[in-house]
Each structure stands twice: as structure tokens, then as C-alpha cells.
């Protein structure tokens, strides 16, 4: 139903900023909620952020708090995850979510992106 295409991700010195972009089609984009999760080396997919519906209401994982920021654009179908003082632990594939709630999207999101890979450098 839904299609979420990921793009920014790249290489960046620790210490540095990325901005990750999600492009979402398939419905309309502001009936879904939307969040970033991040699959490091030899671990767990772990949820980072999320956004509701109408951008309201935010939530973060404490590793990225004060860091990341999650913001989205209805009229463009797109949600941001700004990243700001990277770390060398913010290495990984980060990938895009949709869900039917805020709840849905930090933990089992009903749709995914291909994910994008984000290095940071030491």
C-alpha cells in the first residue's frame, strides 16, 4: 500500500550532521505515522524516533535525544531525521517506517523503507 523511500545517508566525521529524507507514496502521507530506526553492526534493529500523524507528538530513544530531531511535511510526503553530533556507536543502515500510530511506528511499524547507510567516522 504504502512505498518509503530513503535518501542523505553517507559518510561524515564524528562530530558532524546528516540529514536523512523519507519520501512516502502509495496513500496519503498524513494518515501515517512515521519513524527512524537504526540496524548497526551485529545488532538489533532499534527504534531512534517517531512523529504522529499530524506532527503533534514525538518520541526519541534516549542514545539520539538532544541529537537527532524528527520533523515532517505533509504537503511534500516526506519526513526528516536531522542528525547533529554524530558518533562513531551512530554507525548503521537506517531505515524509514510507517505505522497507523505513534506507538506503532517506534516498534512494529506496518510499512519500511530499504534503509540507508550511514557511516561515521572516528
Known amino acids: 500500500q504504502a512505498q518509503l523511500v530513503e535518501s542523505g545517508g553517507g559518510l561524515v566525521q564524528a562530530g558532524g550532521s546528516l540529514r536523512l529524507s523519507c519520501v512516502v507514496s502509495?496513500?496519503?502521507?498524513?494518515?501515517?505515522?512515521m519513524g527512524w530506526f537504526r540496524q548497526a553492526p551485529g545488532k538489533e534493529r532499534e527504534p531512534l524516533t517517531a512523529?504522529?500523524?499530524?506532527?503533534?507528538?514525538?518520541r526519541y530513544a534516549d542514545s539520539v535525544k538532544g541529537r537527532f530531531t524528527i520533523s515532517r511535511d505533509n504537503a511534500k510526503n516526506t519526513v526528516y531525521l536531522q542528525m547533529n553530533s554524530l558518533k562513531p556507536e551512530d554507525t548503521g543502515v537506517y531505515y524509514c517506517?510507517?505505522?497507523?500510530?505513534?506507538?506503532?511506528?517506534?516498534?512494529?511499524?506496518?510499512?519500511w523503507g530499504q534503509g540507508t547507510q550511514v557511516t561515521v567516522s572516528s
Open positions: 512523529i504522529s500523524w499530524a506532527g503533534g507528538s514525538t
Open positions: 502509495g496513500r496519503t502521507f498524513s494518515n501515517y505515522a
Open positions: 517506517a510507517a505505522a497507523a500510530s505513534l506507538s506503532r511506528a517506534y516498534s512494529v511499524p506496518d510499512y
